[in-house]
């Protein structure tokens, strides 16, 4: 197992970062990010507590290595991540892969809270901002004949999650500026 974490930061305050995740509108725009495909909503509920249910089908569009196309095909690279949300910010998502099921599994938590004065992402308000916190356990698993393959095959799919989840801030952030 890979532990990937991520922490995102945004100069609007959480109540407006919450906001635009539980924003279909917002999604699209990920299409911006080069290893992610035009994603798909599948649904955006309201949860009893105030917070929210994300379902949103990726796909994946970055290089894969020559070792990994033995395995899988890039064409069915696809994923839905589910996201709960409850209303103080605190959350749990999950990787639900279309294909191959057996061989990747990924969840983890996710936070938003107001972060300490000055931690916004720098570009203009100010004030504290927000605070987003993702990290979860990134497992691959392979047949055995490709066992040696398994912890590169995690390093890569770790750092292709963390690149993504960096590119998600300035995405975010033109959203919330309504840009």
Request: hydrophobic share 40%; net charge positive; aromatic share 6%.
């Amino acid at each position: 197992m890979t532990p990937v974490e991520v922490l995102q930061r945004f100069d609007a305050p959480p109540a407006a970062v919450l906001g635009a995740l539980a924003d279909p509108a917002l999604y699209p725009r990920f299409a911006s990010i080069p290893s992610v495909g035009e994603p798909e909503v599948l649904s955006i509920a309201a949860n009893p507590d105030g917070g929210c249910t994300t379902k949103v089908r990726y796909r994946y569009r970055g290089d894969l290595p020559s070792a990994a196309t033995a395995f899988v095909a890039k064409e069915r690279l696809t994923w839905v991540e589910e996201t709960t949300i409850e209303a103080g910010g605190a959350g749990r998502f999950r990787i639900v892969p279309d294909h191959y099921r057996d061989r990747v599994r990924f969840e983890g938590t996710v936070t938003v809270r107001a972060a300490s004065s000055g931690a916004g992402s720098g570009s203009g308000s100010g004030g504290g901002g927000t605070e987003r916190r993702l990290a979860g356990q990134l497992e691959v698993r392979l047949p055995l004949v490709a066992r040696p393959l398994v912890r590169p095959a995690e390093a890569a799919i770790a750092d292709g999650i963390r690149a993504a989840w960096r590119d998600q801030v300035a995405v975010i952030e033109r959203h919330l500026a309504g840009r």
